[in-house]
């Protein structure tokens, strides 16, 4: 469910490639969309795209990366600029809801939530000068930090009937003595949050591995068990109430990724590799993202890994033993999106797999010639959105 979490740092990654010249744009005939084509959105990033087919995302002048700001997409209504300059999108949900993080300022608090209905509204603070946004869900809860007029941070809850609610800062729930290191990772559709805790054990500071958590509105928190280590993360977590994530096993060095019931508690999801694997995103029905490290007679490095309860867990490839494949998300029919390298040692390209027809390149769909491009999102559809890097050093969205 996790739709900001493991996301890539694209932008940062851009801005030091250079290519070469020659490149344009034009119709693509790689995975189908709607059109059967995969538009050119404009200038920016597309993150998000919903079952409706709604896209959101980053864009901006050309000219100045800094004046960025978030715009939606469809194919019927095209492109507009809902989020103020220096804005960024952090979620989308399937009600058309975007959760949009901005610069604070008088007039706003940093957090922000627009929808064609209501437009642009403003989350609001519990006292302090500025809210920053985490998640939000299909229902329009959205889950964030805000600061009190004293400078203390809490976690916040806002929707558009009840308004702001201050959760606090889970201390109360009786888990920390002097303190916690708090990490929100996610939020289902019930308002069910996870995330991982650290806790202070004495006044010389000594903290506690980290553990994963589940907190529920009405039973509180609960600290998760561990695969035989001491700490653990929680990354995601569906509309079922299961959680993935990572946590250390017995040598508490090498973790593993797991997925977590209120029923069946922690499963294992490594396989017999060897190294360290994690859990970053599921879907509601069971079918798990995340990322292993391999050692074999290939050499090592890092792939993506997905796994059902059918399946068990199947490594992502690019193409060939050597490429990489760096996952981004994936959809309820197991469909994953991301980026990777190609054999001949060409540029990174827009990735697509699924477990029964392996990976396919969606780089070349677009554009006539080598270029770089990543997938960042993938609805039940099968349409995906992202990046393509073109001749003019620009970034611009795409569909496919």
Same mark, same amino acid.
């Given at each position: 469910?996790?739709?900001?979490?493991? %996301?890539?740092?694209?932008?940062?990654?851009?801005?030091?490639?250079?290519?070469?010249?020659?490149?344009?744009?034009?119709?693509?005939?790689?995975?189908?969309?709607?059109? +059967?084509?995969?538009?050119?959105?404009?200038?920016?990033? #597309? @993150?998000?795209?919903?079952?409706?087919?709604?896209?959101?995302?980053?864009?901006?002048? *050309?000219?100045?990366?800094?004046?960025?700001?978030?715009?939606?997409?469809?194919?019927?209504?095209?492109?507009?600029?809902?989020?103020?300059?220096?804005?960024?999108?952090?979620?989308?949900?399937? #009600?058309?809801?975007?959760?949009?993080?901005?610069?604070?300022?008088?007039? @706003?608090?940093?957090? !922000?939530?627009?929808?064609?209905?209501?437009?642009?509204?403003?989350?609001?603070?519990?006292?302090?000068?500025?809210?920053?946004?985490?998640?939000?869900?299909?229902?329009?809860?959205?889950?964030?930090?805000?600061?009190?007029?004293?400078?203390?941070?809490?976690?916040? &809850?806002?929707?558009?009937?009840?308004? &702001?609610?201050?959760?606090?800062?889970?201390?109360? *729930?009786?888990?920390?003595?002097?303190? #916690?290191?708090?990490?929100? $990772?996610?939020?289902?559709?019930?308002?069910?949050?996870?995330?991982?805790?650290?806790?202070?054990?004495? %006044?010389?500071?000594?903290?506690?591995?980290? %553990?994963?958590?589940?907190?529920?509105?009405?039973?509180?928190?609960?600290?998760?068990?561990?695969?035989?280590?001491?700490?653990?993360?929680?990354?995601?977590?569906?509309?079922?109430?299961?959680?993935?994530?990572?946590?250390?096993?017995?040598?508490?060095?090498?973790?593993? $990724?797991?997925?977590?019931?209120?029923?069946?508690?922690?499963?294992?999801?490594?396989?017999?590799?060897?190294?360290?694997?994690?859990?970053?995103? &599921?879907? +509601?029905?069971?079918?798990? !993202?995340?990322?292993?490290?391999?050692?074999?007679?290939?050499?090592?490095?890092?792939?993506?890994? *997905?796994?059902?309860?059918? %399946?068990?867990?199947?490594?992502?490839?690019?193409?060939? +033993?050597?490429?990489?494949?760096?996952?981004?998300?994936?959809? @309820?029919?197991?469909?994953?999106?991301?980026?990777?390298?190609?054999?001949?040692?060409?540029?990174?390209?827009?990735?697509?797999?699924?477990?029964?027809?392996?990976?396919?390149?969606?780089?070349?769909?677009?554009?006539?010639?080598?270029?770089?491009?990543?997938?960042?999102?993938?609805?039940?559809?099968?349409?995906?959105?992202?990046?393509?890097?073109?001749?003019?050093?620009?970034?611009?969205?795409?569909?496919?």
């Amino acid at each position: 469910m996790s739709n900001n979490s493991s %996301r890539i740092k694209t932008a940062v990654l851009l801005a030091i490639l250079i290519l070469p010249a020659g490149l344009v744009g034009c119709p693509g005939q790689g995975f189908p969309s709607s059109t +059967d084509t995969c538009p050119e959105i404009g200038p920016g990033i #597309a @993150r998000f795209i919903n079952d409706s087919g709604l896209v959101a995302g980053d864009g901006g002048d *050309y000219g100045d990366p800094y004046e960025n700001v978030v715009f939606v997409w469809d194919a019927a209504a095209g492109f507009k600029i809902v989020g103020p300059p220096r804005s960024s999108a952090v979620a989308l949900n399937e #009600a058309g809801q975007v959760l949009i993080k901005a610069i604070p300022a008088e007039t @706003r608090s940093g957090c !922000l939530v627009w929808d064609a209905v209501h437009g642009l509204q403003d989350v609001g603070t519990i006292g302090g000068r500025w809210s920053e946004p985490i998640a939000l869900n299909d229902n329009g809860l959205v889950l964030g930090n805000s600061v009190r007029a004293d400078w203390v941070e809490h976690l916040i &809850l806002w929707d558009a009937i009840n308004g &702001l609610r201050d959760i606090g800062d889970l201390s109360e *729930y009786g888990v920390v003595s002097l303190g #916690a290191q708090v990490s929100i $990772a996610d939020m289902n559709n019930s308002g069910i949050i996870v995330g991982t805790i650290a806790t202070v054990l004495d %006044r010389f500071n000594t903290w506690t591995s980290p %553990r994963a958590f589940v907190w529920d509105p009405q039973q509180g928190l609960q600290i998760l068990d561990t695969l035989g280590g001491d700490g653990s993360a929680a990354n995601a977590i569906n509309n079922k109430g299961q959680v993935v994530g990572w946590s250390y096993v017995e040598d508490n060095y090498t973790c593993h $990724a797991f997925l977590w019931t209120e029923d069946s508690g922690m499963l294992d999801l490594h396989d017999l590799s060897g190294g360290r694997s994690w859990a970053v995103d &599921l879907t +509601d029905n069971g079918k798990v !993202l995340g990322t292993i490290e391999y050692s074999d007679e290939h050499g090592s490095g890092s792939m993506g890994f *997905y796994y059902d309860s059918r %399946r068990g867990m199947q490594r992502i490839r690019a193409f060939g +033993d050597l490429s990489s494949f760096y996952v981004e998300a994936i959809n @309820r029919h197991g469909q994953v999106v991301g980026q990777g390298s190609i054999d001949n040692g060409g540029y990174d390209h827009a990735l697509l797999w699924d477990p029964t027809n392996g990976t396919q390149d969606l780089g070349p769909a677009c554009m006539e010639y080598p270029a770089i491009s990543g997938a960042l999102d993938i609805n039940a559809s099968g349409q995906v959105v992202g990046w393509i890097h073109s001749v003019q050093n620009n970034i611009d969205a795409y569909v496919w």
